[in-house]
């Protein structure tokens, strides 16, 4: 049986339009949140969710190496040009030339994700992070898109050394044990320690006591 044209032009119009696009995570200000975006004292923010991946956390779930700009002039235009030419680009979010700070938007499915550029000053290494805007979705383009612009822009990984402790000696393991990511918190007191082992921050007690003594720094006679 046949449908009438009338009704195959309307049946366009009956679909579901897709879902909207989630809306960009706000810039940081003086008071910056765990959900704000932007630097902060020279600082990404830490990767919250499942997916995302940073130059400053050195979870392994979440840690990839900065890049080594090796002199490069203009890195962030040549960065946003690398940008704009991939077919995943969304838009330019944040452009803050005298910060040394980039953010755009990529597609990702359903989604968007936000991935952050800042170039550290007074030095040749640019700092990165991504991540989508539904932290919940589990995605693994965050990593693979940063490795396909580095290439596309011919920069080196630079290579860091982690705050990582070995639990066998000579060996990375899973039982290794990580420290904090980048922490944007100036409160020591509210200071979270990320790795995955560590029992829950309670204030008080020996941690409290022993963080007040490494506050203090008068020379004590014995």
């Known amino acids: 049986m046949l449908l009438p044209r009338r009704l195959l032009l309307s049946l366009p119009l009956l679909l579901p339009s897709p879902p909207p696009s989630p809306p960009a995570p706000p810039a940081c200000g003086p008071a ?17 969710g499942r997916s995302c991946a940073s130059t400053q ?13 090796d002199g490069s002039k203009d890195p962030l235009d040549r960065v946003l040009l690398a940008c704009r030419q991939r077919k995943d680009f969304s838009a330019v979010v944040s452009y803050d030339v005298p910060a040394g700070y980039l953010r755009v938007a990529f597609v990702d499915g359903a989604t968007l994700d936000d991935v952050e550029f800042l170039k550290t000053a007074n030095d040749d290494t640019m700092q990165l992070r991504s991540s989508p805007r539904e932290p919940s979705l589990f995605s693994k383009s965050q990593p693979g898109r ?8 011919g920069y080196q990984p630079l290579a860091v050394i982690r705050n990582r402790r070995r639990a066998l000696f000579f060996v990375e393991s899973k039982l290794d044990s990580f420290g904090p990511s980048s922490n944007r918190d100036p409160d020591v007191y509210g200071m979270r320690d990320a790795d995955p082992k560590a029992p829950r921050w309670e204030e008080g007690g020996r941690i409290k006591k022993f963080l007040e003594g490494e506050a203090d720094d008068r020379v004590r006679s014995k």
């Open 32 to 48: 910056p949140t765990p959900f704000c975006l932007g630097p902060v004292d020279g600082l990404l923010a830490d990767c919250l």
């Open 146 to 153: 940063l490795e396909e612009l580095r290439r596309a822009l």
């Open 57 to 69: 956390d050195d979870r392994p779930e979440y840690f990839l190496p900065p890049w080594d700009l």
